[in-house]
């Protein structure tokens, strides 16, 4: 029987490419850039190409190919195996990318969100360590998540499920976010928000600040510095990352509440301040959260790094042809 | 094959029981009494008692009946078709429902909580049009829920998914819930909670309200007086009904921002002042939605009053058992 999977984590940089066991074990690694000049239409058949060139390599026979499982960013319609709204790849209408691959392999094909198959990832090989309900929140430039119920993603009626960047965390606060709305979790807790904060409470906070000093100074600071501050006491710092945790116990504490999942993995950019956010975070939740769901919930950092999004592309196949139980 | 379903939806007083048609036609319905004397130990033979001389009555042939389904208060635990926590029913510890149906009827037996069942019979039957993905909100004395995802419902990893009234919507408010933590939303929008916020702001409202002058007069009040009082314009009535939209609003707005169900159905005693407090809701809700989500995800009013729990529980026998697609 078929023992392997080939993994596509396509970026708006690069498209991370791995043939994986389908107990999870990465066999092969390698990337392909990404090309999104006109429309972005080399993409595609850049990653065909190479697929072919590496099946090639490794002599690798298609008898022991699973099939094609690949995460891309943008509103992907999992039937169809389409995707728009990639901005960052230059693809704005429907992509027929089900349909390229399958012509071009044939072989079985499967297409998700990239913040869905990394949670997916993270539920198989990382910090969900095969629980079969978790949720992952993926702080970054904006905040996105997916959810897993039952070893399965949850896409909703038009695959927008998991936006956790776009909860309301705050419905009397001005902080606007890049969706139009005002008083969202990514404003608080994306590495943007972070920034935005920055420059927010530099002018309402009286107590000295290295931090503030830099900024008034015209240096131009990114979250980094921000919790490299925070770390070393400066009141600036600790003002923002206090709120960020805050709001982020609180959006944590709503999924909770409301899906009751084993754990809260946390990951992202962001998440790279690790147990001095987190620590804050677990705190400030048990306030909103069920006392009965206190014990229940764990909120943790996600392991697989970089690696997550390529092993949850693995798993949708493995998930969809009975490839590993 | 087996064409119909015993369905039971056991509740405080009384349980209502059923012969289901695998479609969802409701055949032959009657009561049980709910007797929760010595730790609730009559009410399972009672009800079995009940079954096995309807079966006789309309001469059922047992190899029609797919299986029973059942739903119960408390908390239950799906797989070993246990229950606990049921206080209304004197249920606190461990009750073995499943072995004790199992034993007096050789029929499969499946059990979930009230709220997930009732959930399930909208989703099926009634408001969620067969919508693959809706969440119910029951507003009854508290505040309750389902979510029902890919047509299944979710029941978090200790059984414990939908509580939805212990979402905390407002992290500043005092506002203290029968669970223990402050902001909840059963707070606001359970008939308790209305009640309570009628204690809280008579005091604040300068505005003349004939509701304020009974209260002050020593007259008790309920959800469905504070309804009709802001109905006819009472200024103390409006400013309750107001809160209450909003912080339901909010609740709306985080599980469609991070399910994206088809349908949010309203259900349970306060529903009934319908259009009235629903159209508020809708209104508040769009500032808290995710832009794509607004015109995705409508909020409806329940379609099946008391027999959405009856139809929930069938619904679960034909889910195990493949009785109706």
Redesign the interface.
């Known amino acids: 029987m078929a023992n392997q999977i080939i993994a596509i984590d396509l970026g708006g940089t690069s498209a991370k490419c791995a043939f994986v066991r389908c107990d999870g074990h990465l066999l092969h690694q390698w990337t392909v850039p990404t090309d999104n000049r006109e429309k972005g239409r080399f993409i595609v058949p850049a990653l065909i190409d190479s697929i072919k060139a590496k099946i090639e390599e490794y002599k690798v026979d298609k008898h022991d190919i699973l099939g094609i499982g690949m995460g891309t960013p943008g509103t992907v319609n999992v039937a169809k195996k389409t995707v728009k709204g990639a901005y960052n790849l230059n693809w704005i209408e429907d992509q027929e990318i089900g349909q390229a691959f399958e012509q071009a392999f044939n072989l079985p094909f499967y297409l998700d969100n990239d913040a869905n198959v990394a949670a997916l990832g993270e539920q198989w090989q990382g910090a969900g360590q095969q629980?079969?309900?978790i949720v992952m929140i993926t702080l970054g430039t904006g905040v996105g998540g997916g959810?897993v119920?039952?070893n399965?993603l949850?896409?909703?009626?038009?695959?927008?499920?998991?936006?956790?960047g776009?909860?309301?965390v705050d419905?009397h606060s001005d902080q606007m976010c890049t969706?139009?709305?005002k008083?969202c979790l990514e404003a608080f807790a994306s590495a943007t928000g972070i920034v935005n904060m920055a420059e927010y409470f530099k002018d309402r906070l009286t107590s000295p600040s290295p931090l503030k000093t830099k900024m008034e100074a015209g240096e131009t600071i990114d979250s980094k510095m921000i919790f490299d501050a925070a770390k070393n006491g400066d009141a600036l710092g600790l003002k923002i990352i206090d709120q960020c945790a805050f709001y982020l116990a609180?959006g944590c504490?709503?999924?909770i509440?409301?899906?009751?999942?084993?754990k809260i993995v946390i990951g992202g950019g962001v998440s790279q301040a690790g147990d001095f956010l987190l620590d804050r975070v677990r705190e400030k939740a048990d306030?909103?959260?069920?006392?009965?769901?206190r014990e229940?919930a764990e909120i943790v950092l996600a392991q697989l790094g970089n690696e997550a999004g390529i092993l949850g592309a693995a798993q949708i196949v493995n998930l969809a042809e009975g490839g590993y139980e």
Do not use: R
């Open positions: 629980m079969k309900d959810i119920i039952d399965q949850v896409h909703g009626i038009s695959g927008a499920a998991g936006e956790f776009h909860i309301t419905p969706c139009g709305k008083g609180l504490s709503h999924l509440n409301i899906l009751n999942p084993g306030a909103y959260l069920f006392p009965p769901l229940k």
